[in-house]
């Protein structure tokens, strides 16, 4: 459907237990009733997630917020209300009403509020919270067009609604302000400095196994089927060849490759970050046998792409 219609009937189906796969400014998220175990459990097998790895709930405005979960702490509230509709997700305790399967027992949860509007209609007139992963199957590339979404789920989604590619390209930042000292969980679309200035200094804490305690936090994720090398800052690529692809940050790589995505001729971290999944989309597509990356500058946005990077490259042997 397209998601600049009529959003009703769309949001009837997340009322009534559905699926429903809807734009937002980072990827497509693949959401359902945030109040309903049932539904959330759909998620769940539609993604073929593991049951230990929770889900963002989506709210429709800033207001909402506290009603839904109580009084927040004070940093909460300050982050909530700069950033949000944004990219970034927080974490509050979970209230009572969103039953356990959506933070995957955990006591804490994970939400935000999208700077799509689209995605804000769909949950306001739906009425209810949405939990809401990437709608891709898990552990594989995230979804930035209504195309990715088709492709990679297919029937297990009841509706997908077509907004045309997402802003920013890659997921939100999950913080967790709760405490005397704010904890990135997640690097994401909203760099860590922009968080500093509300915040002051805070603690990076990437989880990389075990039980994740915010979404997006294992160690091999967001990755093409094609297996991908990521190189090393400042290392110059390997020789190309028929089977071979590359993922450049702004300069073409010498040599005969068989596909190669520029990430951002201008160098242009924000565009590189809004262009990542869709690049890695379309040399998976591209029948190489191999995908080779190079790093972009570790600073601002380019630690969460260098991030997702290092999880997609996290299963690569030397052959």
């Keep these: 459907m397209p998601a600049d219609g009529d959003l009703a009937e769309a949001a009837s189906v997340l009322r009534t237990g559905g699926l429903v ?6 990827v497509y998220g693949l959401g359902a009733n945030a109040l309903d175990a049932r539904a959330a459990a759909r998620i769940f097998e539609a993604k073929a997630r593991p049951s230990f ?11 909402d917020l506290e009603p839904l979960v109580g009084s927040v702490p004070p940093a909460v509230a300050a982050l909530a209300a700069r950033f949000w509709p944004g990219p970034l997700t927080l974490i509050v305790d979970r209230p009572e009403v969103v039953p356990p399967i959506v933070t995957s027992g955990l006591a804490t949860m994970a939400v935000r509020v999208p700077d799509n509007e689209y995605a804000r209609r769909l949950i306001a007139a739906a009425g209810v919270p949405v939990a809401a992963p990437s709608a ?4 594989q ?4 067009r209504a195309e990715h979404v088709v492709r990679g789920l297919g029937a297990a989604v009841d509706v997908v609604l077509d907004g045309g590619p997402t802003r920013c390209g890659i997921e939100s930042t999950i913080v967790d302000a709760r405490g005397d000292h704010p904890v990135v969980l997640r690097l994401g679309a909203l760099p860590v400095e922009e968080v500093e200035k509300v915040t002051g200094p805070v603690i990076i804490r990437l989880g990389n196994s075990g039980q994740p305690v915010a979404p997006g936090a294992l160690a091999a994720h967001y990755a093409p089927r094609t297996p991908l090398r990521l190189l090393a800052a400042g290392e110059p690529p390997a020789e190309g060849g028929e089977r071979r692809g590359y993922l450049a940050f702004r300069d073409r790589p010498a040599g005969d490759w068989a596909a190669v995505e520029v990430l951002s001729v201008s160098g242009d971290l924000t565009e590189a970050a809004a262009r990542l999944f869709e690049a890695l989309h379309r040399l998976d597509a591209a029948g190489v046998g191999e995908i080779v990356a190079e790093p972009v500058p570790e600073n601002g946005v380019g630690r969460a792409v260098n991030d997702r990077l290092r999880r997609a490259a996290a299963t690569w042997r030397p052959h």
Excluded: Y
């Excluded at 796969?21 to 980072?26: C, G, I, M």
């Excluded at 891709?136 to 552990?139: A, I, L, S, T």
């Design 141 to 144: 590339l995230s979804p930035t």
């Design 53 to 63: 790895d929770p889900l963002i709930t989506h709210l429709a405005e800033v207001a």
């Design 21 to 26: 796969a809807f734009p937002t400014e980072t």
């Design 136 to 139: 891709n199957r898990f552990g």
